[in-house]
Every structure is written in structure tokens, then in C-alpha cells.
């Protein structure tokens, strides 16, 4: 019953739009300083969460395989993650503002939410990550006072109906 409201509900749509809104403008703020501001760099921070990992009470490392992915592959390659996170940050911002691709949006803030975490990051993101997932699970009626409105039914109508339509090839 409750997931029927949330996902229908037009009284849910609206909570939501202030939701996404206040959201967004979080995850916008984030990026946009981090893209305006005097250069971005996510080295000293991978450093610190490797250094550093979540332990668990026993004192033994929680998430080795987190770590593991820092060390390996995020430490390497930091120019990507320089362009990425203020951009990806920027971007879910946008769309949960505008209200366009809003559960793409939301998945993706989701999961920088949750890489944050699992570096050992506790700050604002269980909050983040509890309305995430509520507006996640709202799915279009999440954005459906926003450009979603228009977007998802286009979008179901042409890309969705056109790949429906042609009929697979067997060679």
C-alpha cells in the first residue's frame, strides 16, 4: 500500500519535487565548486581512505576490496576521477533539479553516495542515501512534476517501440 502511494500518488509527486530539489541543489552545489573552485583533486583523499580504511570492531579492514579498487585502479587513473566526480556530482544535481532522468540521476548519486561511505566518509551521506534510495524506489513519479513528464513517455515511445518493432535477425 505504501509503495503504491509513493509510486502513484500525487501528493507523493510533490513531496518529492521538494525532495529532488533540495537534493539536487546539494549535488549541484558540491560539483559546482569543485569545477569552479581552484582545481579539483581527489589524490590526498584516495590516499587518506587507503591509509585509512573502514574497520570493523575487530580492528581488521571492512570493505578490502574497496581499498583494493582505490590502490589499484582509482590511484592510477586520478585524472579521470578528478573529471568525473565534479562532474558526475553536477550532473545528478542537474537532473534531479530539472527532474529529467531523474532514477538515472539518483542511481548514479547513489553510487558516489555509497563509494563515499565505503572510503570511510560518513558525513551528510546515510541521509543522502536514505532519500535516494525512497526517490529510487518512487521511480517516474519521482520527476513527474519535472521534465520526466514529457521525457519518459517520449523516450518509451520512440527508443523503447522502435527496438520492440524490429524483429531480431537470425542468420
Known sequence: ??????????????????????????????????????????????????????????????????????ENFALPNIDLFNFIVPVGEFLVGLGLILGCLTTAAMFFGLLMNFSFFLAGTVSHNPTDIFFGFLILFAGYNAGRYGLDHWVIPFIRKTIFRQSAEKPDKIS
Open 1 to 70: 500500500m505504501f509503495a503504491k502511494w509513493l509510486r502513484e500518488s500525487n501528493v507523493a509527486a510533490g513531496l518529492f519535487t521538494v525532495l529532488r530539489l533540495w537534493l539536487g541543489y546539494n549535488w549541484m552545489h558540491a560539483g559546482w565548486g569543485k569545477l569552479t573552485g581552484d582545481g579539483f583533486d581527489a589524490t590526498g583523499y584516495l590516499k587518506n581512505a587507503i591509509a585509512n580504511p573502514v574497520k570493523g570492531p575487530d580492528g581488521n579492514m571492512v570493505y578490502g576490496w574497496y581499498v583494493s579498487f582505490l
